[in-house]
């Protein structure tokens, strides 16, 4: 499991799978997102938009990564 170090409080799941190198373009992360292919917490997320804090785990086409807080 890869973790991702964020340093704002969260961020969109969108804006997240961008970011890990999961999806190439924001489009693509979206279209992912609409067509129910990521997992939050081992559960389906559909909402791109979705606020994701440190804990959480994001699965996506076999890949798992886990957010946690940037050392300031």
């Known amino acids: ?12 799941l969108d804006a997240l799978l961008k970011y890990a190198a999961l999806c190439e373009t924001g489009g693509m992360a979206k279209e992912v997102i609409q067509m129910s292919e990521v997992k939050v917490n081992g559960e ?6 979705k606020k994701i804090r440190p804990g959480d785990t994001v699965s996506f086409a076999g890949e ?9």
């Open 44 to 49: 389906v997320c559909t909402m791109r938009g």
């Open 64 to 72: 798992t990564i886990r957010i946690i807080a940037a050392e300031v």
């Open 1 to 12: 499991m890869e973790e991702i170090a964020i340093r704002t409080e969260f961020i969109k």
